[in-house]
């Protein structure tokens, strides 16, 4: 009975002692079971990166020999790596198959019975400066390495070789050319990106320059608006200066400018006060001496503005007389700026062709008789002639 106690008291234990012995093996299980799924992971990572170099194009290379076992060791041992190897037995042959087919590498022997292998190297480079050729030959001869080399070729293999390292060669080779490829698609992408952005800084440009115009035309706008017998003057003598422009042959880009300086030519007359600018009968002489500051005034307002700027010489310079009696500077003949002779004609054009609160229009005819009188002292005789023809 003592021995059956002592077996029941020992029970516990041993249940105890194989209770702790199967969490231990519990937990060793989770931890190969662990190490299990990593592996499998790993497994099958490795497994797609050989599908996915399987599903790559092999490269194509060239091996031109004219000894056949030579060839035939080359093209297994990078048959074996994966590469496809087509085999040319001299310059002749393996200029056809150039023709004919596309190649990552070329591997070429110097001294061949058809064909020289460094004047396929030179046909190679220019016709494809970016495949690389190398040189496999027995010629223990460093002069003719240095001029391979200096013909293009990308390498010099001596013969007897290992395969090794042939391998090695022909892989830095590829990656030679993948990274010309690579960077050549770099450089295009980035062609194109900067002729992108360069379209778009164009644009970004021309839509500024639409929003500067559209401004300065409610400018002029704005001044025929105060002066309401003048409404329209701006606008008309824009476009009569742009077609006179055009007829002396003034270049497109400077009638961008001109134009601009045509609509804003009278801007310095929003600082002459209305009583002297709207007075309808003539002005006295301090009048006119304020009226004639309105140049000063068109200058000093447009100056600062850098974009227009170039337009000044209209604004500025439009009462200048040919003969040197205008204002504000007295500026003789061709010191006057060419936009502004021109201006001037049409200006006074328009002007005498409408109504004003102290005379009426006059008839085409004696405007036309008016201005030719005018050559030679108030406007320049040259674009007299072009705007009305010749006098009589």
């Not at 591997?107 to 019975?113: E, P, R, W």
């Not at 007075?279 to 100056?303: I, S």
């Amino acid at each position: 009975m003592s021995e059956v106690s002592n077996d029941r008291n020992a029970a516990p234990r041993n249940t105890d002692s194989a209770a702790k012995h199967g969490e231990g093996r519990g937990l060793a299980s989770r931890l190969a079971q662990l190490g299990a799924f990593k592996a499998a992971k790993l497994q099958i990572a490795g497994a797609e990166r050989r599908v996915g170099m399987n599903t790559r194009k092999p490269a194509r290379i060239l091996v031109v020999d004219d000894e056949a076992h030579v060839r035939s060791m080359i093209a297994a041992t990078l048959e074996r790596q994966g590469y496809d190897v087509l085999l040319a037995s001299g310059g002749r042959e393996a200029l056809d198959a150039l023709e004919n087919e596309s190649f990552e590498l070329i591997l070429t022997d110097i001294v061949m019975q058809e064909g020289n292998g460094l004047t396929l190297l030179e046909r190679i480079h220019v016709q494809s400066p970016n495949l690389p050729v190398i040189m496999v030959t027995a010629i223990h001869d460093i002069s003719v390495a240095i001029d391979s080399m200096r013909r293009g070729a990308y390498d010099y293999l001596l013969k007897p070789f290992e395969r090794e390292h042939l391998v090695s060669t022909v892989q830095r080779a590829l990656d030679h050319r993948q990274a010309l490829q690579e960077n050549h698609t770099y450089q295009q992408n980035l062609e194109q990106v900067v002729r992108a952005r360069t379209e778009m800084l164009r644009q970004a440009m021309e839509d500024l320059e639409h929003s500067y115009d559209v401004t300065l035309e409610a400018l002029g706008d704005a001044l025929d608006l105060k002066d309401s017998e003048t409404e329209g003057h701006s606008k008309r003598v824009t476009a009569y200066t742009i077609a006179l422009a055009r007829a002396i042959g003034i270049s497109p880009g400077e009638i961008k400018v001109i134009a601009r300086g045509a609509f804003l030519h009278d801007i310095g007359k929003m600082a002459i006060p209305d009583a002297i600018l709207l007075k309808p009968g003539p002005l006295t002489a301090d009048e006119m001496a304020v009226m004639r500051r309105h140049p000063v005034y068109a200058h000093e307002l447009l100056a600062p503005i850098a974009f227009l700027r170039p337009a000044l010489d209209i604004p500025y310079c439009h009462h200048e007389r040919w003969d040197g009696t205008g204002y504000p500077r007295g500026l003789r003949g061709a010191a006057i700026p060419l936009a502004a002779r021109v201006f001037a004609v049409v200006d006074v054009w328009d002007a005498l062709l409408s109504d004003r609160p102290y005379r009426a229009a006059w008839p085409e005819a004696q405007v036309r008789a008016y201005i030719h009188a005018q050559a030679g002292t108030h406007f320049d005789p040259a674009v007299v002639a072009a705007f009305l023809g010749p006098a009589g």
